[in-house]
C-alpha cells in the first residue's frame, strides 16, 4: 500500500507520516519546497518519496500520485498570507486535488475537514472547509472525511501559546466567552483514525467527528494548562470590540511588515464564540479509537 500525504509536514501530518511508517506503508509527500528543513526532517525519519508540488497549481500535480493506492489530504490554514487564502487553500487546492486523484484512477481518499463545518457557517474557514468537503463528495473517489475538534500534543500551537503566556505573564486573556465550548482530541488519536479509515472499507462515503467526550470551555482549558504546569494565574475576559480591533490591526501589520500571517485574526474571532461539539462514538467505534483525556495529554508535554 503506497499512500501520498499533503500536509505531511504539518503537526497532524507528522504523526500520520509516523504511524504509517511504523505499520509498514510506503509514503510519499507533496511539498512545494522538498528541500526545505521540514520535509527533509520527516524523510530522514519516515523514509518517504517526496513529489514538488504546489496545491494551487494543478500541473504541478501531475506524476504525484503514480503508483500510489490513496491520498491522505490534511493541508489546511487558519490565517491567510498573499495566495494562501481560505478559499484558495481549502476549496481550490481541494479541487486540484480531487481532480489529479480521479485522473490518476486513485479511489481511496482521506480528507481532513474541522469540526463546525457547515453550508451555513459564519467564517469563512468554515464556509471554505465546507466547499472542500463538497468537492470531495461529489467526486467518483472512495472517500472518508473527518472533522476534529481543538488538536492537542506536543507540538500543537494552541495548548503551547497559552502555555508560554503562563510561563512569563501573571494574567492570561481570554478571547471566548462560556458559550463555546471544546471537546479537544489527542493527536496521536485523530492520526490513528485517518490511518485506519485507509483501510477500513465501512467509513467509505461517510464523515465523522473526532473529538473527545467532554465540552469544555476556554476558562476550563486555561485551568487545566495552569495545573499541569503547577501555576495559578489571572484570567482577564477581553471586551469583543477589543478583540476585533487587535485582529484587525494584527492583520493589517503581520503581512505587510513581517511577511507572515496574523497570529490572530477576525475569522478565528467568530469561531471562538460558537460551539464546536460533535459526536465521537460513532469514529471511536469503528476505528477502535483509544480518547487521551485532556488533562493526561498535556501534562505529559507540558511537564517535559
Same mark, same amino acid.
Given at each position: ?21 511504523? $505499520? ?68 481550490? $487546492? ?7 486523484? @480521479? ?49 492537542? $500534543?506536543?507540538?500543537? @500551537? ?114 471562538? @464564540? ?22 493526561? $495529554? ?7
Amino acid at each position: 500500500m503506497k499512500i501520498l500525504v499533503t500536509g505531511a509536514t504539518g503537526f497532524v501530518g507528522r504523526e500520520i507520516v509516523r504511524q504509517l511508517h511504523d $505499520g509498514g506503508r510506503s509514503v510519499r509527500l507533496l511539498a512545494r519546497d522538498p528541500g526545505s528543513t521540514r520535509v527533509q526532517d520527516v524523510v530522514s525519519r519516515s523514509g518517504a518519496e517526496v513529489h514538488a508540488g504546489n496545491l494551487l497549481d494543478a500541473d504541478s500535480l501531475k506524476g504525484a500520485l503514480d503508483g500510489m493506492n490513496a491520498v491522505i489530504h490534511l493541508v489546511g490554514i487558519i490565517s491567510e498570507i498573499g495566495e494562501n487564502t481560505f478559499e484558495n487553500v481549502h476549496a481550490v $487546492g481541494t479541487q486540484n486535488l480531487v481532480g489529479a486523484t @480521479q485522473e490518476a484512477r486513485v479511489e481511496r481518499f482521506v480528507h481532513m475537514s474541522a469540526l463546525g463545518t457547515r453550508p451555513e457557517a459564519i467564517s469563512r474557514y468554515h464556509q471554505t472547509k465546507w466547499a472542500a468537503e463538497q468537492a470531495v463528495r461529489h467526486s467518483d473517489l472512495d472517500y472518508t472525511i473527518f472533522r476534529p475538534s481543538l488538536i492537542f $500534543g506536543p507540538d500543537d @500551537q494552541f495548548v503551547n501559546l497559552f502555555a508560554r503566556l503562563i510561563r512569563f505573564s501573571p494574567i492570561i486573556p481570554l478571547l471566548a466567552d462560556d458559550r463555546a465550548h471544546f471537546q479537544p482530541v489527542a493527536v496521536e488519536t485523530v492520526a490513528a483514525a485517518f490511518v485506519r479509515a485507509v483501510f477500513e472499507p465501512k467509513s467509505i462515503g461517510q464523515t465523522y467527528d473526532l473529538c473527545s467526550p467532554d465540552a469544555i470551555t476556554l476558562v476550563q482549558i486555561v485551568d487545566e494548562i495552569c495545573r499541569a504546569m503547577g501555576r495559578k494565574r489571572l484570567k482577564w475576559r477581553v471586551r469583543r470590540f477589543l478583540s476585533r480591533f487587535q485582529a484587525a490591526f494584527l492583520e493589517f501589520v503581520f503581512p505587510r511588515l513581517f511577511r507572515k500571517a496574523a497570529p490572530l485574526n477576525s475569522d478565528q474571532l467568530i469561531m471562538l @464564540q460558537e460551539d464546536h461539539i460533535g459526536n465521537p462514538q460513532t469514529a471511536s467505534q469503528l476505528f477502535r479509537l483509544d480518547p487521551v483525556p485532556f488533562r493526561d $495529554g498535556i501534562r505529559k508535554y507540558l511537564n517535559a
